[in-house]
């Protein structure tokens, strides 16, 4: 590994590890952090933030409405993750598959997948439609 990617993983790993020692009640209020990187970072750490989803949840769904489309493609993900247990998403995520980005589409119908298989079959394909 050269020396640059060396510091990088090195400081990539020090920046999770920071954000692991902060409440979840924290990083749901980051995702409306005036920089999207923030709120994107914050969506990625509560992606990981099962243990506490009552505050994590809310604030996904509450991402998916973000003006920045890595944010809300990131936030669909993230529930995905979370799987069965983010149903009350299920309607902003179905919303997202008409959103105008196709990435975000995409992770919209993976997530909805995850998250209730049975009633999205139908549901899916207009992700890919647009």
Request: charged share 25%; glycine share 6%; with cysteine.
């Amino acid at each position: 590994m050269t020396t640059g990617l060396y510091r990088a993983a090195v400081l990539g790993g020090l920046v999770f590890a920071a954000g692991c020692e902060k409440s979840t009640t924290y990083w749901a209020e980051q995702t409306k952090a005036e920089d999207p990187a923030q709120r994107r970072h914050a969506v990625h750490v509560l992606s990981d933030a099962a243990k506490d989803q009552k505050t994590s949840v809310p604030a996904l769904i509450e991402a998916l409405k973000d003006d920045n489309h890595y944010v809300r493609r990131d936030a669909a993900r993230a529930l995905g993750h979370v799987g069965p247990e983010a149903k009350d998403g299920v309607p902003a995520l179905r919303a997202l598959l008409r959103d105008r980005e196709p990435s975000v589409r995409r992770a919209a119908g993976d997530a909805l997948q995850k998250i209730d298989p049975g009633t999205t079959a139908t549901a899916v394909p207009a992700a890919k439609v647009h």
